[in-house]
Antibody
Framework: EVQLVESGGGLVKPGGSLRLSCAAS????????MNWVRQAPGKGLEWVSS????????MYADSMKGRFTISRDNAKNSVFLQMTSLRAEDTAVYYC??????????????????WGQGTMVTVSS | SSELTQDPAVSVALGQTVRITCQGDSLRSYYATWYQQKPGQAPVLVIY???NRPSGIADRFSGSSSGNTASLTITGAQAEDEADYYCNSRDNSGNQVFGRGTKLTVL
């Protein structure tokens, strides 16, 4: 089955660190840019970070730059999110998502066509 | 601006047609994507690109775009369509951005 499965969430104190993992199954993992998206309790979706298939480029939302690091291991079909200096406002469900690129004559589109079930991160003392 | 603006809430009578909109400057450069999210579940892709539906998405869902506005239309809304709907696009820096979501109520 084509799927993404996140792990590594949990309770961490402010200022602490946590490493999230996302394991991919049944698709050519290295061909896809992968992303992390989070959702705070009762709030909307927030894009966190992305990494290209060959790890050539990484991108981060401004509020995560310098604190979060995305990486991947194509041999293990996995993508990771190392989170440091965690704050209460980082409390959220963190989703791993596969990025699909579509090109048209006038514009392009970059969508998240496959999502994991999410892993909860709680930052609290 | 990299923001995407959505109405917070929309309602529709069962079987009627509803349009959910998303506005943002980046939509002049990129097509929007639409996701459906039900409580306690991960988001699901419903519309991407010019007007494409992934396999398994009902054909009552359609998308359109004009200028800086993207729209998701549900023709003949069903009770199971009650959910939060999010639009998404890249911004002009290449980052991804989401709208704040629209809560759809089916009456």
């Amino acid at each position: 089955e084509v799927q993404l499965v996140e792990s590594g969430g949990g309770l961490v104190k402010p200022g602490g660190s946590l490493r999230l993992s996302c394991a991919a199954s049944e698709f050519t993992f290295s061909s896809y840019t992968m992303n992390w998206v989070r959702q705070a309790p009762g709030k909307g979706l927030e894009w966190v970070s992305s990494i290209s298939g060959s790890s050539n480029y990484t991108m981060y939302a401004d509020s995560m730059k310098g604190r979060f690091t995305i990486s991947r291991d194509n041999a293990k079909n996995s993508v990771f999110l190392q989170m440091t200096s965690l704050r209460a406002e980082d409390t959220a469900v963190y989703y791993c998502a596969r990025e699909r690129t579509s090109y048209y004559y006038d514009r392009s589109n970059y969508s998240f066509d496959l999502w994991g079930q999410g892993t909860m991160v709680t930052v609290s003392s | 601006s990299s923001e995407l603006t959505q109405d917070p809430a929309v309602s529709v009578a069962l079987g009627q047609t509803v349009r959910i909109t998303c506005q943002g400057d980046s939509l002049r450069s990129y097509y929007a994507t639409w996701y459906q999210q039900k409580p306690g579940q991960a988001p699901v892709l419903v519309i991407y690109g010019k007007n494409n539906r992934p396999s398994g998405i009902a054909d009552r869902f359609s998308g359109s775009s004009s200028g800086n506005t993207a729209s998701l239309t549900i023709t003949g809304a069903q009770a199971e369509d009650e959910a939060d709907y999010y639009c998404n696009s890249r911004d002009n820096s290449g980052n991804q951005v989401f709208g704040r979501g629209t809560k759809l109520t089916v009456l």
